[in-house]
């Protein structure tokens, strides 16, 4: 019951976030609204398939995640937009786990500290294998390249993608994704 209680306050850091919960609407969805609509103009893309692992760190349990967290190991893609009028929206599919019961995940854009949109979800026991996913939607686009990198960190431990940690699951076969689209406005 405390890692419960613990989890939680450490996730009310994040809501009220930009597009965390807020954003989604009675039903739990995201609106339609909000979701790419228009022509493609780009896409990038980076996956990771096996099992990788980093030492991040959260230090205490309501402190949200930073860059540094998780540097030995990061997702990120750069886009340079083709206008700043377009819509740029980041995807992503995270599968893992942690020592510590909890990973955490938070997009960072180059050289901002903070978290752009963040989350965590609670491992029942340590090493299970969680998902998470999120969309979200570049409230200012530049048509200078962006860079959008991926962190993971957990509260104690090693937290793993793609698999148990210190062994693969499922033969290795999920993959973690970051995707970065430019949608013709």
């Not at 493609?40 to 230090?59: A, D, L, R, S």
Request: glycine share 10%.
């Amino acid at each position: 019951m405390a890692r419960d209680r613990d989890f939680a306050a450490t996730l009310a850091n994040y809501v009220g976030q930009a597009d965390f919960a807020a954003s989604l609407n009675s039903s739990g969805k995201l609106p339609s609204t909000q979701l790419p609509s228009g022509t493609v103009v780009q896409v990038v893309y980076v996956n990771v398939t096996g099992f990788t692992t980093t030492n991040g760190t959260i230090t205490g349990n309501n402190d949200p995640i930073t860059d540094a967290m998780g540097s030995s190991f990061g997702l990120s893609v750069t886009m340079k937009p083709t206008l700043a009028t377009n819509k740029v929206y980041v995807l992503s599919d995270l599968y893992g786990s942690s020592e510590g019961g909890h990973f955490f995940w938070g997009l960072f854009l180059a050289a901002s500290s903070s978290a752009v949109i963040a989350g965590g979800v609670q491992v029942t026991e340590a090493n299970a294998l969680r998902h998470a996913s999120f969309i979200w939607q570049a409230t200012t686009v530049s048509a200078a390249s962006t860079t959008y990198a991926l962190r993971i960190a957990g509260q104690a431990g090693v937290t793993t993608l793609n698999g148990q940690v210190g062994a693969g699951r499922f033969n290795n076969s999920m993959i973690t994704s970051l995707l970065v689209c430019e949608v013709q406005n």
